[in-house]
């Protein structure tokens, strides 16, 4: 029988702050995939099935591309015309488009050469611990811990200078946290645009040792270098500082997780992985049909928008047995919490290296970290967000 989906969850359940919405969950066990009547009355699907939104995924007929998404799943835009990217945002683009920008980035960030950052990361990590013990033994884990080590990795790698560095994680703040007006994600944009065509000018006069220097070589425009390496800089960011503190919220709601963590080492890539598919902080992506295309057996038409729900695909129990249980003993791989196809995250092994030396890190330093404040009063972003996490998380320990 086919499901309906009424209308996207605006918020999730009291007292579930890792569990994707009640309602999605609730879809997916009636059917991987459920007709969705956007807002402005366009007819759409919502994809919440592993194996289904794996196939779309990697469907070429399903399309990235930025000015077909004209269908917003809680606001009506009316008729309002979408740009296509621009130039060097790859990630709203299909080939052969895509491939121009992402080819000349993936020598960059092969496993070989993220973990050669390892001890790069090592010592950011070991330097905000030492900051977060000496002002304790109280702090907020987003601003002291989560925010400032991927910023900074991903800042050294493009070359952005140390006193830019908090410029962009406001912008990105404002970007991707779901909670700036228009206006301000707007201005943010415009901003950050203009400090990037600064910035790949100075390379251009003066190139470092970094990654942005690297493609100098390349025919790529100044403009393409620009939207390139605003890409790298959000996704290089936000989503690996948001699984920083949503995981370590989760293992300290967690504790007999916590503490097998803590005795084993030898858990500390398992449990990344695990933690990746527990809270799929990228919780949802966009796809639209190309031409008709039978999909579950049903015939998604030609122009139709595809919500694909890939917290609750990584909640499937049909692909992961228990998968509401957080379990870092859990053999179980092939989450997509990086997606799948093409657009696979890019940076997905560097995330890998800076959440296996961080979190380890983290619970070892602070044997008796725990919440600051009850766990219901933590603050939540909201559901509007690119990327799901905490606004801050207040731990405290014993000096």
Same mark, same amino acid.
């Given at each position: 029988?086919?499901?309906?989906?009424?209308?996207?969850?605006?918020?999730?359940?009291?007292?579930?702050?890792?569990?994707?919405?009640?309602?999605?969950?609730?879809?997916?066990?009636?059917?991987?995939?459920?007709?969705?009547?956007?807002?402005?009355?366009?007819?759409?699907?919502?994809?919440?099935?592993?194996?289904?939104?794996?196939?779309?995924?990697?469907?070429?007929?399903?399309?990235?591309?930025?000015?077909?998404?004209?269908?917003?799943? #809680?606001?009506?835009?009316?008729?309002?015309?979408?740009?296509?990217?621009?130039?060097?945002?790859?990630?709203?683009?299909?080939?052969?488009?895509?491939?121009?920008?992402?080819?000349?980035?993936?020598?960059?960030?092969?496993?070989?050469? #993220?973990?050669?950052?390892?001890?790069?990361?090592?010592?950011?990590?070991?330097?905000?611990?030492?900051?977060?013990?000496?002002?304790?033994?109280?702090?907020?884990?987003?601003?002291?811990?989560?925010?400032?080590?991927?910023?900074?990795?991903?800042?050294?790698?493009?070359?952005?200078?140390?006193?830019?560095?908090?410029?962009?994680?406001?912008?990105?703040?404002?970007?991707?946290?779901?909670?700036?007006?228009?206006?301000?994600?707007?201005?943010?944009?415009?901003?950050?645009?203009?400090?990037?065509?600064?910035?790949?000018?100075?390379?251009?006069?003066?190139?470092?040792?970094?990654?942005?220097?690297?493609?100098?070589?390349?025919?790529?425009?100044?403009?393409?270098?620009?939207?390139?390496?605003?890409?790298?800089?959000?996704?290089?960011?936000?989503?690996?500082?948001? #699984?920083?503190?949503?995981?370590?919220?989760?293992?300290?709601?967690?504790?007999?997780?916590?503490?097998?963590?803590?005795?084993?080492?030898?858990?500390?890539?398992?449990?990344?992985?695990?933690?990746?598919?527990?809270?799929?902080?990228?919780?949802?992506?966009?796809?639209?049909?190309?031409?008709?295309?039978?999909?579950?057996?049903?015939?998604?038409?030609?122009?139709?928008?595809?919500?694909?729900?890939?917290?609750?695909?990584?909640?499937?129990?049909?692909?992961?047995?228990?998968?509401?249980?957080?379990?870092?003993?859990?053999?179980?791989?092939?989450?997509?919490?990086?997606?799948?196809?093409?657009?696979?995250?890019?940076?997905?092994?560097?995330?890998?290296?800076? #959440?296996?030396?961080?979190?380890?890190?983290?619970?070892?330093?602070?044997?008796?970290?725990?919440?600051?404040?009850?766990?219901?009063?933590?603050?939540?972003?909201?559901?509007?967000?690119?990327?799901?996490?905490?606004?801050?998380?207040?731990?405290?320990?014993?000096?």
């Amino acid at each position: 029988m086919e499901h309906t989906l009424a209308a996207m969850p605006a918020a999730r359940q009291p007292g579930c702050p890792f569990d994707p919405p009640k309602e999605l969950i609730e879809a997916r066990a009636q059917s991987p995939i459920s007709r969705f009547t956007f807002p402005d009355g366009h007819q759409g699907w919502v994809v919440t099935g592993y194996d289904l939104l794996r196939q779309v995924l990697a469907d070429p007929r399903f399309s990235s591309r930025r000015e077909l998404m004209k269908h917003h799943p #809680m606001i009506d835009y009316g008729d309002i015309e979408v740009p296509p990217a621009p130039p060097g945002e790859f990630l709203l683009m299909d080939e052969p488009q895509h491939s121009r920008y992402r080819k000349p980035l993936v020598g960059k960030f092969t496993v070989r050469r #993220m973990r050669l950052l390892t001890e790069r990361v090592e010592q950011i990590t070991a330097e905000h611990l030492d900051a977060m013990e000496k002002a304790g033994p109280t702090a907020d884990l987003v601003t002291a811990f989560a925010k400032p080590i991927p910023a900074i990795v991903i800042c050294e790698l493009l070359g952005v200078p140390d006193e830019d560095r908090a410029f962009f994680q406001d912008n990105i703040d404002k970007f991707l946290g779901g909670e700036a007006s228009d206006e301000e994600v707007g201005a943010a944009y415009v901003a950050t645009q203009q400090y990037l065509a600064e910035l790949v000018a100075a390379k251009r006069a003066h190139p470092t040792d970094d990654v942005l220097s690297d493609l100098l070589d390349s025919d790529l425009t100044d403009e393409e270098l620009q939207g390139m390496a605003l890409i790298l800089l959000s996704a290089g960011f936000d989503t690996t500082a948001n #699984m920083l503190a949503l995981g370590t919220f989760a293992l300290l709601r967690n504790p007999d997780q916590l503490a097998a963590l803590r005795a084993d080492p030898a858990l500390t890539d398992q449990a990344v992985e695990e933690l990746l598919r527990y809270l799929t902080v990228a919780k949802q992506f966009f796809r639209v049909a190309l031409e008709d295309v039978e999909l579950g057996g049903h015939t998604i038409k030609a122009g139709t928008t595809l919500i694909l729900s890939l917290n609750t695909a990584n909640r499937d129990p049909e692909r992961f047995p228990d998968p509401h249980v957080l379990d870092v003993h859990r053999q179980d791989g092939g989450h997509l919490a990086f997606s799948h196809g093409i657009h696979q995250c890019l940076g997905q092994q560097l995330a890998r290296v800076e #959440m296996r030396v961080a979190f380890p890190a983290l619970v070892n330093r602070f044997p008796t970290l725990r919440l600051a404040v009850p766990a219901d009063q933590v603050a939540l972003r909201p559901e509007t967000a690119d990327i799901y996490g905490v606004k801050s998380l207040p731990v405290t320990w014993d000096a």
